[in-house]
């Protein structure tokens, strides 16, 4: 057994560059991986980069105070973050405050702007059929009045659309639809209204509401929307509020020449909810250019083919429906024949940036509870700043007095314990730069601190090393065997208080929530980059030290000095005395 274990250490002596040339590769290779993505730089959270703080306050519908609830709340929470996140904007905070209230915080970034842009317009979602449209001009007609009639089919092919259009996923796109005095109107106030009502006696023959005030007196949804103003911004943040669902409205929404066109909606015929998955796609097969796909739930496939029935049989424009997020339009595509795959596609005058906000806007705007935006400032990266110089003032002040402490207490070995700091700190820089357009991560201030802790973390494993070697040393061994044998009792220490450094790391990322995540996966990856240099530098290099002259001869100044350390002579083997025998045994 003794000769196996002789050649294993051998083995280990003679090649530990080895291990230093792997993790200097490692370093060159996410150093080059760093410059050539460009971003040779850790991102950074809002509390450091700044950006955009808004405060959406829950509004409950008329006679249903009791849905503002946590699990209501939480559900939004979700639905935000992931609306937020799927713009490609990480590290953003969502999280309550209170019992009605989200605070939605925002980083300075790519997509930043759209993503400010949809949370400010955070509500349910309804597929609404549409009774009457026109162009908001500032008084309307005096009644509902529909498009110039004819269908999509009746139009000359190979012009391009102003009005998006719901086909089946995978069909062609049919010919374009003319410009009319509206836009996007159809025929749905009532299962079984008859395509040829008019949109006049549709809005008549349902009850109406709209900005909660109109009751159930048709007269007065068609009054109000005589008045109706769009591009009144005062006007429109008030359409709309206190409806219900199963009751028409007023809206307005923007056409393809962005104009305020203003709407007579009847009940919503499909939730949110019902949509399962939207994505924008660019279409070259059929030439439609970006378009917005959706697949529905099995329930919202069976409705969404209904409605899209019933609007195939009206003429142009009666056959729309418009998408109505926050009681805005935001798209209002006609149909041609009913969908019924589970799965439809939206076309019209999109470009990708639209394409995708109406797709984040289908597949996460299905809140349980409409909100209000009660506050939206700037936040300023100018306080995070002189917190991050002051904690960088003080991780220079702690490692400086590390170093000191290293310089005078092991003195030639602190060279030793310095490089595997630099090599630390290098690899978890390259790391952070990557890991921002990998995963988001986002270096915010608690991620600070978690990196400045690091450097007692990785010091703490040196010291257990070096006083391992140290000790072999007091008790007579020579440097190069005091290395060796000191190194499995010292990874044991190593490993053992690492892995309770890490396990506190993962039980914090689990428990906590926004910036005290930051602390914990850097002290967590930090933690882990620390047995990788240890292993892979420090104990190498400590092992080609030991062949050095300076400190296989025990210099004074090499930290490794026999007398200084209070080492005995080695103690040589004595031969046991003989036993007498007795000669009566014998």
């Known amino acids: 057994m003794a000769t196996p274990k002789k050649g294993r250490s051998a083995s280990a002596q003679s090649k530990p560059g080895r ?34 703080s808004i405060t959406l306050r829950a509004v409950p ?26 713009l490609g904007v990480q590290e ?69 659309t102003d009005k998006p259009e719901a086909t089946d996923k995978g069909s062609a796109s049919p010919s374009a639809s003319p410009s009319t005095q509206g836009r996007a109107v159809t025929d749905a106030l009532k299962a079984d209204a008859t395509p040829s009502a008019s949109a006049s006696d549709k809005a008549k023959a349902s009850p109406s509401a709209s900005g909660g005030a109109a009751g159930d007196d048709p007269s007065k949804l068609q009054e109000q929307y005589a008045k109706l103003d769009c591009t009144n911004e005062e006007t429109r943040s008030t359409v709309g509020d206190g409806v219900k669902a199963s009751q028409p409205t007023l809206a307005c929404g923007k056409n393809a020449q962005g104009q305020w066109q203003k709407y007579i909606l009847g009940p919503a015929e499909v939730d949110g909810t019902d949509v399962d998955k939207a994505q924008a796609v660019l279409n070259t097969q059929t030439g439609a250019g970006w378009t917005v796909t959706m697949d529905f739930t099995d329930g919202g496939a069976k409705k ?78 100018a306080l995070g700043g002189d917190q991050l110089n002051a904690g960088l003032i003080a991780g220079a002040i702690g490692l400086a007095l590390v170093v000191i402490y290293l310089l005078a207490y092991y003195r030639g070995l602190s060279f030793i314990a310095i ?8 690899l978890t820089y390259t790391l952070m730069a990557l890991l921002g357009p990998a995963i988001g991560f986002a270096l915010n201030l608690p991620a600070v601190c978690g990196a400045i802790v690091a450097i007692g973390i990785t010091a703490d494993s040196f010291i257990v090393y070096f006083e391992r070697v140290r000790d072999e040393i007091r008790e007579g061994r020579s440097l190069r ?28 990322f689990i428990v906590t929530v926004g910036k005290v995540q930051g602390f914990a996966f850097t002290l967590g990856l930090t933690t882990l980059l620390d047995v990788v240099v240890v292993f892979l530098f420090t104990k190498p290099l400590l092992t080609l030290m030991a062949r050095r002259p300076f400190f296989a001869n025990g210099h004074k100044w090499s930290g490794l000095d026999p ?14 005395p003989a036993v007498p025998v007795d000669p009566k045994e014998a």
Do not use: C
């Open 419 to 426: 490089l595997s700091l630099l090599v630390s700190a290098a």
């Open 304 to 381: 969404f083919a209904d409605i899209t029935g019933k609007l195939a049989q009206n003429q142009s424009p009666q056959n729309q429906f418009a998408i109505v997020l926050d009681g805005e339009v935001v798209s209002d595509p006609y149909v041609r024949q009913a969908l019924t795959g589970g799965n439809a596609e939206i076309s019209g005058n999109f470009n990708q940036q639209s394409a995708q906000e109406l797709a984040n806007m289908l597949s996460y705007g299905a809140l349980p509870l409409t909100f209000k935006v009660d506050s939206m400032t700037t936040v300023t990266a």
């Open 563 to 576: 007398k200084s350390l209070g080492a005995q002579p080695p103690l040589r083997r004595t031969r046991r």
């Open 92 to 160: 953003s905070e969502v999280q309550t405050q209170g019992r009605d209230n989200i605070i939605v915080n925002i980083p300075k970034g790519t997509n930043s702007e759209q993503a400010r842009k949809q949370v400010g317009t955070t509500a349910k979602l309804y597929f609404r059929p549409v009774v009457a449209t026109e162009v908001s001009g500032g008084g309307g007609a005096a009644s509902p009045s529909p498009s110039p009639t004819g269908s999509p089919s009746d139009q000359p092919s190979g012009k391009a």
């Open 61 to 86: 519908e008329a006679g249903n105070e009791a849905a503002i609830n946590k699990t209501n709340m939480d559900t939004a929470v979700s639905i935000m973050e992931r609306r937020v996140n799927g």
């Open 481 to 508: 065997p005091a290395v060796e044998r000191a190194w499995p009792r010292a990874r044991r220490t190593i490993l053992v208080s690492d892995f309770v450094s890490f396990l506190a790391a993962a039980v914090l």
């Open 19 to 52: 291990s230093l040339a792997l993790i200097l590769i490692a370093i060159a290779a996410l150093t080059g991986g760093m410059f050539a993505s460009g971003h040779t730089t850790p991102r950074l959270g809002i509390d450091l980069a700044g950006g955009t």
